[in-house]
């Protein structure tokens, strides 16, 4: 199946039965498989980094499995050999399913069990009792175990753990958690030893340093052989690429024919509108009625395992689908993979191409289909990266102090604890290493009573220190609770979509679920696509949203949203150094060619660490279009900062657009007189980032999410079923509350850390002012330049943004009240 | 009298709040969610739920504990500003019958000090059916102020005049293709609930059948906004 040319001479021949079985299928061993084994004899960590088609999990497994056939018959019965953890439960049960195979076909007594959250009682209750000799689970029930009494039993003879996708959990608040229960596993059972499975990444030092107890040098790394380097092409549409939007719709026809070209095409977009919207047009034009499918977050479980089960059976020809799809088992018959609208990184196109083609001697195809010129310019970058074979760049993970809490109440659920020895232990996780003892006791202590700096509930105290100096769980009702609310995913709360029947419009069938706020821009009357089909929005109840057929009507296009990710810092480089560089252009089709001429010949195409800015007048106002490609996160928090700041100067701001390539602010006044260089100084990320934040949104549900990880709200509750709606608005009263009362509570620490790091992205902003410094460009232009159309274009698509906006939205209102009443 | 004519009579009050009729009495809805009655020199507050924050702390869920003086200090704030001569808590001041007893000594004090010179009357409550024990004031189930009935939970059926709280109003409002949730007054001309003026009360929709039960159809809105409240139509009113 593959040649020898990688093969070092094995210094460890696998030993029978592997080396028969091997044979019997016509298989040699890879270099990297016997470099696992070697590193398991010797006892050593190991990172395995390897393409998708490698026999990557069989790597990870086969020192497990030699070690288990080879192993004296004993009396007791043994506890778990290998725990292999997975992000995914349907990957848990898949790779379950995989090992049964060479474990059957070798006659070796070794058994392997998945344990998830679907597992049923009778079998999780079995498992307790008779250990598998090879459990597989996700992080959530791993945290689970550590929060039970018998885990350090359980798990003391416990030789290797298995990480499987190792990249895409690690900077992650899951990754902390089971980072976490590494940590205590590694006191269980002192000799086990850890293995992370991973796809390519830019710098594999990052995934050692995070899996090992004790810094990356611990955890030797072993790499499998590339694959063949993947096809990619950029789609260049007979239509020209229009000049903005996001969906594409020119090339659909294209797209249709690539569809029916392949054997089976996963169609990724950006964002669950984008889905809807691509599914829909695809269906139009299906005159072949391919059996083409729709995987997007929204949609119920059980409609996307329905979609899953027909795929594994091969009975597909594409599935439109989002980043639920960016993980997940083998589809063997996949063979193209079509992008549709920018890819935003490298390292996740990667990922997505290797879903095609799972054999590593055969390239993956796939198709970049870009919406407009700037995403056709990342489009042509991403391809050139990916090339060169060149990732993302990632940043070291430091532990979230949320997580630590919940982590900390799991241990008390299980033994008391010494608190110098929980410390030690807490800093033999990856990311934890660092953790002061002030942080430390700040989190045992919020555990405890909440951390308040108001000393009134030690009375209630949930974990209490006992006579004999070590920390436990009060009541057994704390443990109970603890072990209700374990985890670090928390999801948006559902609602159902449901048809509506009758004349009293009561909830029928249900076609699939919601996100709260997922309709929020829809007024009841309005049509909107959801699950590929046009509806008629009727009501929302306190848990469904009522709606009719509304089969053939032009369906209102809610706001796009954006896409979840933003453009890497990475891609963005290389796109601004492909814009200024000329010679570059000729790598791009003639329209976009032609584009940038037009920009060059009106405006300025700016070096690659100037930032454009542009002024200009159109309508009654006047405009500021700048241009950082820092995405569309980064630019938001901008557009707020100025916006402040334009106030102050006395131009009137009126309002702002960002994508993830420029952003458009728009005046009363003129602002070409301005003084730039002071408007974009780094001091804004000061008093007015600070004051800006604590009113945003995004901070509030920060808060929410740093509330339920910690434990300081129940997301299930052992007395009522309280829906998660409820708990949504209360979380925000007790934010402010808290604000006003003690603004340096740990949970605002954590939700202000959540917030500059993911949903504002204030690091990026502090980059791109240290970076532009000097060296703004200022066009002053007549009117609009081709470069500015892009943004302008989404004025009006875009919802009133943030802080003030609030009460703009009830004067508003107050306006139509009057208007009403006249009339 | 029809809906439009009942909107004609909401005017902005010139001490701050929104004033409006409700059969025979003038009332001023407050920004801070107070009802301001200025004929009589009555500030009313519903649904404190006082010590709400230690209540759940008790059970496990450690909220804040300074729900209790955040309240009060707002309610110090109308007071002061005010100065009325009576003050009357329409109900659920405290967030259960042990709230009482978790008070605060520097609570109770404040409570002392708004005391001094005006009679509080406490309309008791679900959460707290007997009123309180220890501290000044009388306990009342039900009170009269002209054409006024004073009560914390709203009865069934139409009774004009009716002030009442227990159901915490919320309005989801819509403009400009988002919206925002605030807490609100509801009033249909002859019943007002007020909103509950507790830093952790929690809301209902205005649109949810407990308060169409009670109101006639399309009630106006009195929103809270910063230092102001909004007077919104049904129109601009959404689910949540």
């Known amino acids: ?823 | 009298m029809t809906a439009a004519m009942q909107f004609d009579a909401v005017t902005q009050h010139p001490r701050g709040g929104l004033a409006l009729d409700l059969v025979s009495e003038t009332v001023v809805c407050r920004a801070s969610g107070a009802l301001w009655i200025p004929a009589r020199h009555i500030l009313v507050v519903a649904d404190m739920h006082l010590e709400k924050g230690s209540f759940y702390a008790s059970r496990g869920q450690m909220l804040p504990p300074y729900d209790t003086a955040d309240t009060l200090r707002r309610l110090a704030g109308e007071v002061a500003g005010l100065e009325p001569d009576q003050l009357v808590f329409l109900g659920d001041s405290f967030h259960d019958r042990d709230g009482e007893a978790r008070l605060a000594g520097g609570d109770i004090e404040s409570l002392r000090l708004m005391a001094r010179g005006r009679r509080l009357i406490w309309i008791t409550g679900n959460h707290d059916p007997s009123g309180p024990c220890g501290l000044p004031g009388e306990a009342a189930k039900t009170l009269a102020i002209g054409a006024l009935r004073l009560v914390h939970e709203p009865v069934d059926g139409a009774i004009p005049g009716e002030v009442a709280g227990h159901l915490h109003p919320c309005a989801r409002v819509k403009a400009r293709g988002a919206s925002v949730r605030r807490r609100c007054f509801v009033t249909d001309g002859e019943r007002l609930i007020l909103p509950a003026f507790g830093a952790l009360a929690g809301g209902l929709n205005i649109r949810d059948t407990a308060f169409s039960r009670l109101l006639r159809p399309r009630p106006l809105a009195a929103v809270l906004g910063a230092g102001r409240v909004h007077a919104v139509g049904w129109a601009s009113l959404r689910d949540d």
Not at chain 1, 176 to 190: E, G, Q, S
Not at chain 1, 280 to 285: A, D, G, S
């Open chain 1, 1 to 823: 199946m593959v040649s020898a040319i990688w093969m070092p001479e094995p210094t460890t021949p696998l030993p029978e039965p592997f080396a028969g079985w091997f044979a019997a299928r016509g298989w040699e061993p890879r270099a990297h498989q016997l470099e696992m084994i070697e590193k398991g004899r010797q006892g050593r960590h190991a990172l395995l980094i390897a393409p998708t088609g490698g026999g990557k999990t069989l790597a990870g497994f086969l020192p497990s499995l030699i070690d288990l056939a080879e192993r004296p018959p004993r009396n007791a019965a043994p506890g778990i050999h290998t725990l292999y953890i997975s992000p995914l439960k349907a990957l848990a049960v898949d790779v379950e399913r995989n090992l049964m195979t060479p474990i059957a076909q070798m006659g070796l007594a070794i058994k392997a069990e998945s344990r998830t959250g679907d597992t049923g009682v009778a079998r999780r209750q079995r498992q307790r009792v008779k250990p598998p000799d090879i459990l597989l689970t996700t992080p959530e029930q791993l945290a689970l175990f550590c929060a039970w009494e018998g885990a350090r039993r359980y798990f003391e003879d416990l030789k290797c753990l298995i990480i499987d996708e190792i990249h895409a959990i690690w900077p992650s608040k899951r990754g902390d958690l089971l980072a976490l229960a590494m940590a205590r596993l590694a006191v269980f059972a002192p000799d086990c030893r850890r293995i992370g499975l991973s796809a390519t990444v830019d710098d594999p030092d990052l995934i050692r340093d995070w899996l090992s107890p004790a810094g990356k040098d611990a955890v030797d790394l072993v790499r499998g052989a590339p694959g063949a380097p993947p096809l990619v092409e950029v789609l260049l549409s007979e239509d020209r690429v229009p000049w903005a939007g996001h969906t594409a719709q020119h090339a659909m026809p294209e797209v249709y024919e690539a569809i029916r070209g392949a054997r089976t095409a996963l169609v990724f977009v950006n964002t669950r509108f984008q889905a809807e919207f691509a599914f829909q047009e695809l269906w139009r034009l299906n005159e072949d009625s391919l059996p083409i499918a729709l995987h997007h977050g929204s949609l119920s479980a059980e409609q996307r395992r329905k979609v899953e089960a027909a795929m594994t059976r091969g009975e597909l020809r594409a599935v439109v689908c989002t980043s639920t799809l960016d993980l997940g088992v083998d589809w063997g018959d996949v063979d193209l993979v079509i992008q549709l609208a920018s890819p935003k990184g490298a390292s996740r196109m990667v990922q997505r191409i290797g879903r095609a083609n799972h054999r590593l001697d055969e390239a993956s195809r796939a198709l970049f289909v870009p919406a407009n010129r700037f995403e056709m310019l990342e489009c042509q970058a991403a391809r050139e990266a990916i090339a060169e074979n060149a990732f993302d760049t990632e940043l070291p993970r430091t532990g979230a102090l949320d997580v630590l809490a919940q982590h900390i109440m799991g241990c008390a659920c299980s033994e008391p604890f010494d608190l110098v020895a929980l410390h030690d232990e807490i800093r033999g996780a990856g990311p934890y290493r660092n953790l002061t003892w002030e942080d430390f006791e700040a989190v045992v202590d919020f555990v405890a009573t909440g951390g308040y700096a108001l000393r009134v509930y030690d009375r209630f105290a949930r974990i209490v220190r006992g006579q004999d100096g070590l920390w436990r769980a009060r009541t057994a009702e704390m443990i109970l609770r603890h072990r209700l609310n374990v985890g670090a995913i928390v999801s948006a709360a559902m609602l159902s979509v449901r048809i509506s029947s009758g004349k009293r419009a009561t909830p029928g069938r249900k076609i699939g679920e919601v996100e709260e706020g997922y309709l929020e821009v829809l007024d009841v009357g309005d049509t909107f696509i959801f699950a590929g089909s046009t509806w008629r929005l009727m009501g929302v109840t306190q848990m469904d949203v009522l709606v009719t057929p509304a089969p053939g009507e032009e369906a209102k296009m809610p706001s796009w949203g954006g896409s979840k990710f933003p453009l890497s810092t990475f891609l963005a480089q290389r796109v601004r150094a492909m814009m200024s560089d000329p010679d570059h252009w000729r790598a791009l089709p003639g329209d976009v060619r032609e584009w940038l001429e037009i920009q060059r010949d009106r405006s300025i195409i700016p070096g690659p660490d100037e930032m454009l800015l542009e002024t200009f007048p159109r309508g009654q106002r006047h405009f500021l279009v700048c241009y950082p490609f820092e995405g569309r996160l980064a630019h938001t928090t901008l557009a707020m900062l100025l916006t402040r700041r334009l106030e102050r100067a006395g131009v009137g701001p009126v309002g702002f657009v960002c994508n993830d390539y420029a952003l458009a602010v728009w005046s009363m006044k003129t602002m070409e007189d301005l003084d730039f260089a002071a408007l974009f100084d780094e001091d804004m990320l000061g008093d007015d980032l600070e004051a800006w934040m604590a009113e945003s949104p995004m901070m509030k549900g920060a808060f929410k999410t740093c509330a339920l990880i910690s434990g300081l709200i129940e997301k299930r509750n052992t007395r009522d079923n309280k829906s998660a709606r409820q708990v949504s608005f209360s979380t925000d009263l007790i934010f402010d509350v808290l604000r006003r009362h003690q603004s340096d509570h740990l949970l605002l620490r954590c939700a202000r850390a959540d917030a500059a790091q993911g949903l504002i992205d204030v690091a990026r902003l502090g980059v791109l002012l240290a970076r532009i410094r000097g060296r703004i460009r200022h066009a002053r232009l007549d009117h609009l330049s081709p470069f500015s159309v892009s943004v302008i274009l989404e004025i009006g698509r875009q919802k009133a943004p943030g802080e003030g906006a609030g009460e703009m939205i009830l004067l508003d209102a107050a306006d139509t009240l009057i208007a009403e009443a006249i009339a």
